[in-house]
């Protein structure tokens, strides 16, 4: 089961992806986890991505491309895979089919988790991090950790200017994505705003179909 999964910041894609890769036993592949493990590698790819990082600019869609295409080429990857944060443009959805197509693969599933941005906008904003042990949690839990008692704080992008900025750019760049797969007639769109263990009956229900 080869699956993209889409939705703006916040919507919950990574809590639902943890559940596929749990349920299915797939891996759920970002594009930061592979541009880390590259560039701590030293692998070309990953040398020449460090380069654009060190410089502060954006990697370059052809090494990001290919980076993914090694990454995908990896024999965890024979049952299937997740991708978590890539695509972003529809042109880096073009060019990953050409790079499947050349490994005998393809995308199966398009899984968009919709959350309303306003509905996203309060639940980052009122996201926590705990300095002591980094758990995340909410405002209302309180000035204190629940987990260790020690002091929570809000992230500098969970303030509502940048969450909000975020969200803009998610629906200029990212989210044409699910016009370009619901072209494929591969897409399924899910009500994110519901308790998760109904979310993920819902992604269940749509993998399963797409893989019958």
């Known amino acids: 089961m080869n699956i993209v999964l889409l939705g703006a910041p916040g919507a919950g894609k990574g809590t639902q992806a943890k559940m596929i890769t749990e349920k299915w036993d797939i891996p759920q592949i970002s594009t930061g986890d592979i541009l880390r493990a ?6 070309p790819l990953g040398l020449e991505a460090k380069r654009f ?31 978590d944060g890539f695509p972003r443009t529809v042109a880096q959805a073009e060019a990953l089919d050409a790079e499947l197509a050349s490994l005998g693969k393809a995308i199966e599933a398009a899984v968009a988790v919709d959350v309303d941005p306003e509905v996203i906008v309060e639940r980052l904003t009122s996201r926590r991090t705990c ?9 209302s839990a309180g000035p204190s950790c629940p987990k260790c008692d020690g002091e929570l704080y809000q992230r500098d992008d969970d303030n509502e200017a940048t969450v909000r900025n975020r969200l803009d750019v998610y629906a200029r760049s990212t ?16 009500d994110g705003d519901r308790p998760v263990d109904v979310v993920f009956a819902d992604v269940t229900a749509v993998l399963e179909g797409a893989h019958a």
């Not at 590259?38 to 692998?43: P, Q, S």
């Not at 300095?131 to 405002?139: K, N």
């Not at 619901?182 to 897409?187: A, H, S």
């Open 38 to 43: 590259a560039v701590a590698h030293g692998t």
């Open 53 to 83: 990082m060190d410089a502060g600019d954006l990697v370059p869609d052809a090494v990001v491309i290919g980076l993914v295409k090694d990454r995908l080429a990896e024999p965890d990857t024979a049952n299937g895979f997740i991708l």
């Open 131 to 139: 300095r002591a042990c980094g758990a995340i949690t909410s405002a």
């Open 175 to 190: 989210a044409p994505l699910v016009d370009y797969y619901r072209g494929k007639g591969i897409l399924s769109e899910i």
